[in-house]
């Protein structure tokens, strides 16, 4: 059974940083094309980051030049470098195959504070 861990979300202020991660477990995820998404409240959740199996990346207009998508192999485990956070990056950050499956990790919490 394939499970994501999300990890590395908190409350930030605007103009700071996170690093978020994603540990995949029941899949070996290097050859599969990944992405990091989000849900804010009261919105659908949304592809903000992909990174294919070759190492392609590809980010929404809002996030380009502030997010960058990596990928660590060996460890099994997706980041997502997040600089000059805003307040419209507050969201519970997902990870998934690009084609998502059904089931989603527990997500975590990234909040920019006032």
């Known amino acids: 059974q394939v499970q994501f861990v999300e990890s590395g979300g908190g409350l930030v202020q605007p103009g700071g940083s996170l690093r978020l991660s994603c540990t995949a477990s029941?899949?070996?995820?290097?050859?599969?094309?990944m992405g990091w998404y989000r849900q804010a409240p009261g919105k659908q959740r949304e592809l903000v980051a992909s990174i294919t199996a070759g190492g392609f990346t590809n980010y929404v207009d809002s996030v380009k030049g502030r997010f960058t998508i990596s990928r660590d192999n060996a460890k099994n485990t997706l980041y997502l470098q997040m600089n000059s956070l805003n307040s419209d990056d507050t969201a519970v950050y997902y990870c998934n195959f690009l084609s998502p499956l059904p089931s989603w990790g527990q997500g975590t919490q990234v909040t920019l504070s006032s």
């Open positions: 029941g899949v070996i995820s290097r050859v599969y094309h």
